[in-house]
């Protein structure tokens, strides 16, 4: 158990759809990165965040946002879903954003049908 | 952000140590190298990372070129555990710190 927990761990919905997928990070640590993982693309980093404020951005889609709240759980929206939305989100958490060992959660799985 | 390459693919008997190599040749002065595994359906889990000289801990031994230009994983003994896909990440400085994941090796573990 790395101290990571996201919820849901499994998600159907139909496409054109909004879900929320929500992380709470290991206690202590104060950064959160989101992760989508699909079949053909690997592990994409999308966003981090830093004590409530973005610190790095990757390939995020318009249609996505995500937030860190004050007691730094930090929640992952998508919106106007579509069948290629369909993976694995991965939330990790670390003390701090550099140079330090992260932690993964166990993912949540969403299914766009 | 620095570029990695790692073999696709490696297999190791059980009980032998495995050299999971891997080549960064952009990376920067600064930046440091992390290795991670993700085990079949589970999120990925920190192995080691290190800077400029050889790291251990009780998973795995880093050894790291004199140029830092590449990078070896060693796994002293091999078990069926170990059997996961192996991430070489080069942590990316300069205020936008990030771990970017590239296709790593898949380590076959046989028994």
């Known amino acids: 158990d790395s101290g990571v927990t996201q919820t849901p761990k499994h998600l159907i919905t139909a496409t054109g759809q909004r879900v929320t997928l929500r992380c709470s990070p290991r206690?202590?640590?104060?950064?959160v990165y989101w992760y989508q993982q699909s079949l053909d693309q690997g592990l994409q980093f999308l966003i981090q965040?830093?004590?409530?404020?973005?610190?790095a951005k990757g390939n995020i889609l318009e249609r996505f946002s995500a937030q860190q709240f004050p007691d730094l759980h930090s929640e992952l929206n998508l919106s106007s879903l579509e069948l290629g939305d369909s993976a694995l989100y991965f939330c990790?958490?670390?003390?701090?954003?550099?140079?330090?060992?992260?932690?993964f959660g166990q993912g949540t799985r969403l299914t766009v049908v | 952000d620095a570029k990695t390459t790692q073999p696709n693919s490696m297999e190791s008997n059980e009980e032998e140590p495995v050299h999971l190599p891997c080549n960064h040749s952009?990376?920067?002065?600064?930046?440091?190298i992390h290795w991670y595994r993700q085990l079949p359906s589970q999120g990925p889990e920190y192995v080691i990372h290190?800077?400029?000289s050889n790291v251990n801990n009780r998973m795995a031994s880093l050894a790291i070129a004199e140029d830092r230009k590449s990078s070896t994983l060693i796994l002293h003994r091999a078990t069926l555990r170990d059997a996961a896909v192996y991430y070489c990440?080069?942590?990316?400085?300069?205020?936008?710190?990030?771990?970017?994941f590239g296709t790593g090796t898949r380590l076959k573990v046989l028994a």
């Open positions: 952009t990376i920067s002065g600064t930046d440091y």
């Open positions: 990440i080069p942590g990316t400085t300069s205020g936008t710190y990030k771990y970017i």
């Open positions: 290190g800077l400029t």
């Open positions: 206690s202590g640590d104060l950064s």
């Open positions: 965040y830093y004590n409530g404020e973005e610190r």
């Open positions: 990790a958490s670390s003390v701090v954003p550099e140079n330090t060992e992260a932690f």
